[in-house]
Antibody
Framework: QVHLVQSGAEIKKPGASVKISCKTSGYTFTNYFIHWVRQAPGQGLEWMGFINPSNGEKVYTQRFQGRLTMARDTSTSTVYMDLSSLTSDDTALYYC???????????????WGQGTLVTVSS | DIVMTQSPDSLAVSLGERATINCKSSQNLFYSKYNQNYLAWYQHKAGQPPKLILHWASTRESGVPDRFSGSGSGTDFTLTISSLQAEDVAVYYCQQYFGTPQTFGRGTKVEIK
């Protein structure tokens, strides 16, 4: 059974960075892209980017360029998302999610982590 | 970026009645080489992560009841719940994966009338 387990809630000050982990199990880690999606309070879903665990290729949404970093550790089947220069606008629930697969491109996400709440406040 | 426009923002439907959600894309999501529309639908219930219910516009995920169906092609798509059940109360999002960044609609809240 596929599982994605994320690290716990974080409280950060403006200007700080946050690093969230997403430990996967139940499938071949390198065969499926991992997406990151966030949801700010009262808002909809926002796709942030994805990483290909096989080769480390990353694609980020332009608006996060320069402050978003994704990485993977194939030895532990874990993906990491690091967001720097945090502002109050980054307060959100962050999800990692496994791609459906079966394609050479990132498609949709059919297995999700439980979400990690990041609160940015002075 | 491809803009996804959903309508309505919310709808209230009686139990057992049909619910229809529309999603319009600012660009064509049909890739003729693979004969597929690069569109997904998610169900998001409060306190839970989103759940993928359809991708390739009309391919239902394993375990999703057949009262959920997707239709449309190109720029206009529809999610239909043929007979609304109490457990279907949620926010529904369409998402395109034709282009990067992937983008979501703003969501449609479905409630029981």
């Amino acid at each position: 059974q596929v599982h994605l387990v994320q690290s716990g809630a974080e409280i950060k000050k403006p200007g700080a960075s946050v690093k969230i982990s997403c430990k996967t199990s139940g499938y071949t880690f390198t065969n499926y892209f991992i997406h990151w999606v966030r949801q700010a309070p009262g808002q909809g879903l926002e796709w942030m980017g994805f990483i290909n665990p096989s080769n480390g290729e990353k694609v980020y949404t332009q608006r996060f360029q320069g402050r978003l970093t994704m990485a993977r550790d194939t030895s532990t089947s874990t993906v990491y998302m690091d967001l720097s220069s945090l502002t109050s606008d980054d307060t959100a629930l962050y999800y990692c999610a496994k791609d459906v697969g079966g394609s050479s491109i990132a498609v949709a996400a059919n297995s999700w982590g439980q979400g990690t709440l990041v609160t940015v406040s002075s | 970026d491809i803009v996804m426009t959903q309508s309505p923002d919310s709808l209230a439907v009686s139990l057992g009645e049909r619910a229809t959600i529309n999603c319009k894309s600012s660009q064509n999501l049909f890739y003729s080489k693979y004969n597929q529309n690069y569109l997904a639908w998610y169900q998001h219930k409060a306190g839970q992560p989103p759940k993928l219910i359809l991708h390739w516009a009309s391919t239902r995920e394993s375990g999703v009841p057949d009262r959920f169906s997707g239709s449309g092609s190109g720029t206009d798509f529809t999610l239909t719940i043929s007979s609304l059940q109490a457990e279907d109360v949620a926010v529904y999002y369409c998402q395109q994966y034709f282009g990067t960044p992937q983008t979501f609609g703003r969501g449609t809240k479905v409630e029981i009338k």
